[in-house]
T-cell receptor
Framework: KQEVTQIPAALSVPEGENLVLNCSFT??????LQWFRQDPGKGLTSLLL?????REQTSGRLNASLDKSSGRSTLYIAASQPGDSATYLC?????????FGTGTSLTVIP | GAVVSQHPSWVICKSGTSVKIECRSL??????MFWYRQFPKQSLMLMAT?????????EQGVEKDKFLINHASLTLSTLTVTSAHPEDSSFYIC?????????????FGPGTRLTVL
């Protein structure tokens, strides 16, 4: 069964820093990987979707990479802002369901 | 972009009562919808896959008689928590699958906070 792990579980950084969130998965047979943002008590907001054939995707200050063979993905956030504070979830799509990671809780300190 | 709504956004009920949560795809048709459950500070766990016009497929360990799922139309799926108990208190999130050409994407609802007293 696919298992998705995210490290670190929590991260606190001063405003302006660049940071990297990590996601690893055990089964490389995935269709795509998606990064989500979740604010407290809210649903999910999709940030970036990487198809299995792609290596990275970029949107504004966000860049996500995918190394399917090693079962890893990273989310890079440049010039972090207090508004980036949230929980970030990665999820892999195995063809019939999403497998979600445990999440990284990010706090950006003004 | 595609929008998925959930109603209600939060609900408080007494133990033993039933609660219905609606999930709607507002601007697209979804033959498949998914229901997730999320406990505090934990990730989303898939409960069941809901297919329009057929019975839902439940994940192992999810009681289908307790969590009734109905997907009667291409834009609406409902989750009914029957005889709710305090341990059913959780955050329930649905998603709807939009299939468009070469890309399939899931869009998530805003979630429903259920508190059972």
């Amino acid at each position: 069964k696919q298992e998705v792990t995210q490290i670190p579980a929590a991260l606190s950084v001063p405003e302006g820093e660049n940071l990297v969130l990590n996601c690893s998965f055990t089964d490389s047979a995935i269709y795509n990987l998606q990064w989500f943002r979740q604010d407290p008590g809210k649903g999910l907001t999709s940030l970036l979707l990487i198809q299995s054939s792609q290596r990275e995707q970029t949107s504004g200050r966000l860049n996500a990479s995918l190394d399917k063979s090693s079962g890893r993905s990273t989310l890079y956030i440049a010039a972090s802002q207090p508004g980036d504070s949230a929980t970030y979830l990665c999820a892999v799509w195995g063809g019939n369901q999403f497998y979600f990671g445990t999440g990284t809780s990010l706090t950006v300190i003004p | 972009g595609a929008v998925v709504s959930q109603h209600p956004s939060w609900v408080i009920c007494k133990s033993g009562t039933s609660v219905k949560i609606e999930c709607r795809s507002l601007d697209f048709q979804a033959t498949t919808m998914f229901w997730y459950r999320q406990f505090p500070k934990q990730s989303l766990m898939l409960m069941a896959t809901s297919n329009e016009g057929s019975k839902a497929t439940y994940e192992q360990g999810v009681e289908k008689d307790k969590f009734l799922i109905n997907h009667a139309s291409l834009t609406l799926s409902t989750l009914t928590v029957t005889s709710a108990h305090p341990e059913d208190s959780s955050f329930y999130i649905c998603s709807a699958w939009l299939s468009s050409g070469a890309t399939d994407t899931q869009y998530f609802g805003p979630g429903t906070r259920l508190t059972v007293l």
